[in-house]
């Protein structure tokens, strides 16, 4: 059934506000309710369902500034559940603000499950999942008119601004629940935009990924420009040999993207998980430490990071393995990726590269892939109903006890010794007092504020710092006894831990075997281990090393660099991923956390303390 959308009545302080336009007078349904102020957009409203769309009058006629939007309704349509609808702002023609930068020519405002209006986080997440943005957010929090008053917006380049409650509501609570403010004489242009020839707005660097993420064809090099890298140069990308001129690589390139792009769209892949898989394909041989911090801007740390991880574990489905051991290495490696999308990534790098060795690799993908299928790996979270099942048990536990109790059942689950949540429940009894000791280890080169971060941690007992270790003996930068240096720290660490203590262990522990040894200790005596990762672009570290009390040679800068091989989810029983500002933007193993990080979709921060309650 199609639905029109209501008309959005006018805060009483909108100077937008014709004779012909509602106002309200009543703003009690937003009076101690949490809200949220996003900008309004100068377009065509539009409403998107599974099986087509109209604009806002439901017999809307065939427009040729509706023609794009008709094919994104073509590629997320499947996806929208039966009984939703999403209503938006249809961008392609410019109205009466020329737009240069939009991420989309459709942005979607609301979701509707029949006659209720999804609350704003669950709206974000749907349609992020889809590859449809959702306009920027101007102002949160608990309504204020005060506060949205003093909002002030460029008339030139802003049309207004929409209020609504964050939670969700009928439509009969429509006028009370949402509201609007427009700029003073809006309409200024002599000629209705549908009488005029039709100008397109113009798309921003952001485009191409959304593109991607509602499912269209894949533009490598756009790609590439979107997240700020540089154009593939002579001999990149898969089966480019040896002396391969610009040609080859971007063809190469196409192939991949492709063939990546087909194998996630079979799987039903979309959103951040789609454009994750096509460009780990197009990046897959960049240096995967470097390439989290470069993307984070763009793509925000989640997505980031993601990507980052299947450029580094994909090429692992290439080699041989024993088929006895074949499904607990899956269940492994599924606690790092998606095993979809690294299936699709792994076969994808080598479509078109020529010879024995690509066949015999793409044998095993395959090999691998069914193993997976036969084992329920390649489903897009395979262990959501196990960890919201766990969840549900486990309600009111700390979040240390909740998180050791969740590391415990996917580790068990990926020794095949346990599947049920019943079974996962009784797996992490020992856990749930808390009376166990914490470490946080910290790893990143130096000057990714390894020590600046661990100073905020709140509950922190003993902080071991090798650095500080070094001081002590005479000279910081004095590296003749580093090993000495090392067992006074370990030894330092069993007997903190010992104790029951919560430590934090600063040192830049660039590679697994540097995290094990300390990791050995801390399983001996069964301590909650959290990674902290430190992520920061290259640039940005040779430039905090200028500046730095303490800088260390730029060739040991480099060397770091190049020997930095950040932990994958699952090498700790939690990761939380730093960002260059230096909070924490991602998590892993968290049971509760991620839920709230991604709520409101990516990028966003997500401010941890060290906690040690349950003690």
Request: charged fraction near 25%; proline fraction near 7%.
């Amino acid at each position: 059934m199609r639905v029109q959308y209501p008309r959005t009545p006018h805060l009483p302080w909108s100077p937008g506000a014709t004779a012909d336009d509602v106002r309200t007078g009543d703003l009690s349904g937003l009076y101690g309710a949490e809200v949220v102020v996003t900008e309004k957009l100068d377009g065509e409203n539009t409403t998107l369902y599974p099986d087509g769309l109209h604009a806002r009058s439901l017999d809307s006629a065939h427009h040729p500034s509706r023609t794009w939007v008709k094919a994104l309704q073509g590629r997320i349509g499947p996806r929208i559940a039966p009984g939703l609808r999403i209503c938006g702002e249809n961008m392609f023609a410019r109205h009466s603000i020329p737009y240069r930068a939009l991420e989309s020519w459709f942005y979607g405002f609301s979701v509707w499950d029949g006659p209720r209006c999804l609350g704003w986080d669950d709206t974000v997440r749907l349609l992020r999942g889809l590859g449809v943005p959702t306009p920027p957010v101007l102002w949160r929090g608990t309504f204020d008119e005060r506060a949205l008053r003093a909002l002030r917006l460029d008339p030139e380049r802003q049309e207004g601004y929409v209020v609504r409650t964050a939670e969700g509501f009928e439509r009969a609570e429509f006028g009370r629940r949402v509201a609007k403010w427009v700029r003073p004489r809006h309409v200024r242009t002599d000629a209705h935009w549908m009488h005029a020839a039709v100008v397109e707005n113009g798309l921003g660097p952001a485009a191409p990924l959304w593109a991607v993420r509602s499912g269209a064809t894949a533009d490598p090099a756009a790609l590439r420009a979107a997240v700020g890298l540089p154009a593939a140069g002579p001999g990149a990308g898969p089966g480019a040999g040896p002396g391969a001129g610009p040609g080859a690589a971007a063809d190469a390139a196409e192939a991949a993207v492709a063939d990546v792009c087909a194998r996630l769209d079979v799987l039903g892949r979309s959103g951040d998980a789609r454009l994750a898989g096509v460009l780990a394909a197009l990046l897959h041989d960049t240096h995967r430490a470097a390439l989290a911090p470069r993307l984070a801007g763009p793509l925000g740390m989640p997505s980031a990071r993601r990507v980052a991880d299947l450029v580094g574990l994909h090429p692992a489905l290439h080699r041989p393995y024993p088929d006895d051991e074949r499904r607990r290495g899956l269940a492994r490696l599924a606690l790092g990726a998606d095993l979809g999308i690294l299936h699709a990534v792994a076969a994808a790098v080598l479509a078109g590269r020529p010879g024995a060795g690509a066949e015999q690799a793409l044998e095993q993908v395959e090999w691998s892939a069914l193993h997976a299928e036969e084992a329920g790996l390649l489903a897009e979270a395979p262990l959501e109903p196990l960890r919201a099942g766990l969840r549900e048990a486990l309600a009111g536990l700390g979040p240390d006890a909740a998180d050791r109790c969740w590391a415990q059942a996917r580790e068990t689950r990926a020794q095949g010794r346990t599947g049920s949540v019943e079974a996962a429940v009784a797996a992490g009894w020992r856990w749930r007092d808390g009376a166990f000791p914490r470490l946080v280890h910290l790893t990143g080169p130096a000057g990714s504020g390894k020590s600046a971060f661990a100073a905020r941690l709140t509950g922190v007992d003993t902080r071991i710092s090798l650095d500080d270790l070094r001081t002590a003996r005479g000279s910081r930068a004095d590296q003749r006894a580093n090993g000495d240096v090392l067992r006074e720290g370990l030894q330092r660490l069993d007997t903190a831990l010992a104790d029951g203590r919560t430590v934090v262990w600063d040192a830049t522990s660039l590679n697994q075997h540097q995290r094990s040894l300390v990791h050995r200790i801390a399983h001996r005596r069964d301590a909650l281990i959290t990674h902290a990762v430190l992520l920061v672009d290259e640039d940005e570290l040779a430039r905090r090393n200028t500046v730095r009390d303490h800088p260390v040679p730029d060739e040991v800068l480099t060397g770091q660099l190049h020997r930095f091989s950040p932990p994958y989810p699952g090498e700790a029983h939690r990761t939380w991923y730093v960002g260059a500002g230096g909070t924490v933007e991602d998590t892993d193993g968290s049971l509760h956390a991620e839920e709230t990080l991604h709520a409101a979709g990516a990028p966003h921060t997500y401010r941890t303390p060290c906690s040690t309650g349950g003690r």
